[in-house]
């Protein structure tokens, strides 16, 4: 059975950086889709980024281009987000999760992911 740790949040000022991390462990097959979603207090769920584990075509929230960067590595089951120029508005629970399907067919909808982590914070103060 696949299980998921995130780390990495923290606080940081906005236009600072985070990177955060997240351990999978289980076996994960190659076609699985990898995600990153956040939710901020009383706010729905947002997905944010999602990536094959076997690797391949990103995909990214709106809100994320251009400044979130998801990765993974293989070799080490590591899901990765890079976030530069960070606003207070990406304050939020980040959480990474897989899902059975393609990233084609899960694409960002929470509901298409069948494991997730516990959740790492970030805040970003203005």
């Known amino acids: 059975q696949v299980q998921l740790v995130e780390s990495g949040g923290g606080s940081v000022q906005a236009g600072g950086s985070l990177r955060l991390s997240c351990a999978a462990s289980?076996?994960?097959?190659?076609?699985?889709?990898l995600g990153w979603f956040r939710q901020a207090p009383g706010k729905e769920r947002e997905g944010v980024a999602a990536?094959?584990?076997?690797?391949?075509?990103?995909l990214y929230a709106d809100s994320v281009k251009g400044r979130f960067t998801i990765s993974q590595d293989n070799a080490k089951n590591m899901l990765y987000l890079q976030m530069n120029s960070l606003k207070p508005e990406d304050t939020a629970m980040y959480y990474c999760?897989?899902?059975?399907?393609?990233?084609?067919?899960?694409?960002?909808?929470?509901?298409?992911?069948?494991?997730w982590g516990q959740g790492t914070q970030v805040t970003v103060s203005s």
């Open positions: 289980g076996y994960i097959y190659r076609n699985y889709c």
């Open positions: 999760a897989a899902s059975y399907r393609y990233c084609s067919e899960a694409y960002l909808r929470g509901y298409e992911y069948n494991v």
């Open positions: 990536i094959p584990y076997g690797g391949g075509r990103t």
